[in-house]
């Protein structure tokens, strides 16, 4: 027994060598598991130069905007070594033959309106569709889809002939009365209803709440991220409508939005500048710039909320 013991002893033990080898081991592993460095720097090289190719048009209409009109159009652009100054921006702002002030407040309306309608359609219709038991809530819903999948170019005809007929081409009702309402926006505002419990409209009702008090003391609250999502989003659509304000107020200068007076400042009696149309353009990007930058976490959160029940 003795001789045993004596025979495996030895073997059992563990020298200084062999547990710094183990390490060692251990350790090779462990960087063998994580990712090389020369594939991270592949990476993020990767990524810079995809952020500047899909950057590089939005650098090129801010800084062109402060650049001379013979610095912009030679080849290449001088961007980065030429002299700068506001003279674009301030001719742009104040253009006499399709001035931007106006231009921009007329924007400002159709957007603002155009999202308080969103929202008031919307979040209507969504907790009619949701807490309203009545067999015609998914013909109805499906019909609100079938709106989504109609091209907005099948319905621009039928519309301006509509608002024609009503006497109103020549007013700012024109530019948001056929946009409203939005069915997409039902879609959205009925996937974040649909998390609510039953039980909770239950209780409710036993506690003597109306539906009123139920959707704008409980539901809307709950469902922010949701509210915030869409009125981003429809604020983005009314703001970034180009098509149907240069067809109805084609004749009228002074309704004009911002997208259209742009366009217009190519025809400004001087011939194309340049310069001068990406200041435009800059100034019509500086708003919805900074809505996306501040909502970001709130739209990503709203459309999130509103795809998972």
């Excluded at 090389?36 to 990476?43: P, Q, R």
Aim: with cysteine; aromatic share 12%; hydrophobic share 55%.
């Amino acid at each position: 027994m003795t001789d045993l013991v004596e025979t495996t002893g030895p073997a059992l033990r563990t020298t200084p060598a062999t547990s710094a080898a183990a390490t060692a081991t251990r350790r090779r592993k462990t960087r063998l598991d994580q990712p090389g460095v020369v594939a991270t720097i592949a990476t993020y090289l990767g990524l810079a130069i995809a952020a500047v190719v899909l950057l590089f048009p939005v650098l090129l209409t801010v800084v062109g905007g402060f650049l001379p009109e013979g610095q912009l159009v030679r080849q290449p652009p001088g961007l980065f070594n030429g002299s700068y100054s506001f003279d674009n921006y301030v001719a742009a702002w104040h253009e006499a033959v399709v001035p931007l002030v106006p231009a921009f407040a007329n924007s400002l309306f159709v957007g603002v309106l155009i999202m308080v309608a969103h929202l008031v359609t919307s979040c209507l219709a969504a907790y009619a569709l949701v807490f309203i038991s009545t067999p015609l809530r998914r013909p109805i819903f499906w019909l609100f889809m079938a709106t989504i999948m109609v091209p907005y170019e099948a319905i621009v005809v039928p519309n301006a002939l509509f608002i024609r007929s009503l006497g109103l081409e020549n007013s700012h009702w024109s530019l948001v009365l056929p946009f409203l309402a939005n069915g997409f926006g039902v879609f959205l505002m009925r996937q974040a209803f649909l998390q609510f419990p039953k039980e909770l409209h239950q209780a409710a009702q036993i506690d003597g709440c109306g539906p009123v008090r139920f959707l704008f003391t409980i539901v809307l609250p709950a469902t922010r991220p949701s509210l915030t999502a869409l009125a981003v989003w429809s604020f983005l659509q009314g703001w970034n409508m180009y098509f149907w304000p240069l067809i109805i107020s084609s004749s009228n200068n002074s309704m004009n939005t911002l997208q259209t007076a742009v366009f217009a400042l190519k025809a400004n009696g001087n011939g194309t500048q340049h310069a001068l149309v990406l200041a435009g353009v800059t100034i019509t990007l500086i708003p919805t710039l900074l809505l996306v930058i501040f909502g970001q976490r709130w739209l990503v959160r709203g459309f999130m909320a509103g795809a998972v029940k």
